[in-house]
Nanobody
């Protein structure tokens, strides 16, 4: 059974930091690209950061220099370290796994709220 379980969301003040975690199980983690998406109320789900099976990373322009995605193959966890958070980063953050034969899995999401 495939599971992606996000954690680490919460309320943080502008300029603060959070690290999100996504614990993966039920599939071959090493063969999948892992991504973080976010969605605000009334908007579409946007790609925030992606890390492929070889460690190559890419980021949305809006988070470059502030967010870092990384993965732990031994623990099968992918992280999103978020620094210098802004109110516009407020959203539900979702973990995604994309692998062979276009298999695509999603977590349930974790809420991040940036507010003073």
């Amino acid at each position: 059974q495939v599971q992606l379980v996000e954690s680490g969301g919460g309320l943080v003040q502008p300029g603060g930091s959070l690290t999100l975690s996504c614990a993966a199980s039920g599939f071959t983690f090493t063969r999948y690209a892992m991504s973080w998406y976010r969605q605000s109320p009334g908007k579409g789900r946007d790609l925030v950061a992606r890390i492929n099976a070889f460690g190559g990373v890419s980021y949305a322009d809006s988070v470059k220099g502030r967010f870092t995605i990384y993965r732990d193959f031994a623990k099968t966890v992918v992280y999103l370290q978020m620094n210098s958070l802004k109110p516009e980063d407020t959203a539900m953050y979702f973990c995604n796994a994309n692998g062979p034969n276009s298999r695509d899995y999603w977590g349930q999401g974790t809420q991040v709220t940036v507010s003073s």
